[in-house]
Antibody, heavy 122, light 109 residues
Framework: EVQLVESGGGLVQPGGSLRLSCAASGFSFRSYAMSWVRQAPGKGLEWVSG????????NYADSVKGRITISRDNSKNTLFLQMNSLRAEDTAVYYC???????????????WGQGALVTVSS | EIVLTQSPGTLSLSPGERATLSCRAS???????LAWYQQRPGQAPRLLIY???TGATGIPDRFSGSGSGTDFTLTILRLEPEDFAVYYCQQYGSSRAITFGQGTRLEIK
């Protein structure tokens, strides 16, 4: 069974940093592109960032470019999101999500974690 | 950036009825790279449809997608109680700048 489990969420002050992790199991993690998608409280979905299967290609939404870095460790089946210079508007549940096709970078998602809540507030 | 506009914002129907949800793009979606997701309260989204009309694995055949270019539709035949949720469209054909619609809430009438 495919499983994605996020961790690392919490309360952080404006301007602070946080690192999210997503532990993957049940599939060949190194073969699939991955993404982070967020959802502010009571709002819709917003794609944040994606990374290719090898980690050699990354993409970011304009709203987070320069403040957020996506990375992965294929030896540990783990996806990361390093978030710096956090703002109140970054408050959201952050989901990690899996691309459906091996070695493609399609950026739609057939499996999602349960999410990690990040709250940016003083 | 392609803006996706979903309508209606809220749809009130009864179990057994047919639901028709619309997703309109501000410009043509390349290769019909359009997906639909269902999100129940407190849960992560679930992929229903991709490529505008291909059902995802394990999705009941009462869910179907259609459309191309800028106009796309999700149809749900014979609504079941578990179908009442929020539905999002998403385009993934635009140079890595993927976007979601704002969602349609399907509620029990």
């Amino acid at each position: 069974e495919v499983q994605l489990v996020e961790s690392g969420g919490g309360l952080v002050q404006p301007g602070g940093s946080l690192r999210l992790s997503c532990a993957a199991s049940g599939f060949s993690f190194r073969s699939y592109a991955m993404s982070w998608v967020r959802q502010a409280p009571g709002k819709g979905l917003e794609w944040v960032s994606g990374i290719s299967a090898s980690g050699g290609s990354t993409n970011y939404a304009d709203s987070v470019k320069g403040r957020i870095t996506i990375s992965r460790d294929n030896s540990k089946n783990t996806l990361f999101l390093q978030m710096n210079s956090l703002r109140a508007e970054d408050t959201a549940v952050y989901y990690c999500a899996k691309d459906p096709v091996r070695y493609q970078f399609l950026l739609f998602f057939d499996c999602w974690g349960q999410g990690a809540l990040v709250t940016v507030s003083s | 950036e392609i803006v996706l506009t979903q309508s209606p914002g809220t749809l009130s129907l009864s179990p057994g009825e047919r639901a028709t949800l619309s997703c309109r793009a501000s410009q043509s979606v390349n290769n019909s790279y359009l997906a639909w997701y269902q999100q129940r309260p407190g849960q992560a989204p679930r992929l229903l449809i991709y490529g505008a009309s291909t059902g995802a694995t394990g999705i009941p055949d009462r869910f179907s997608g259609s459309g191309s270019g800028t106009d796309f539709t999700l149809t749900i035949l014979r609504l079941e109680p578990e179908d009442f949720a929020v539905y999002y469209c998403q385009q993934y054909g635009s140079s890595r700048a993927i976007t979601f619609g704002q969602g349609t809430r399907l509620e029990i009438k």
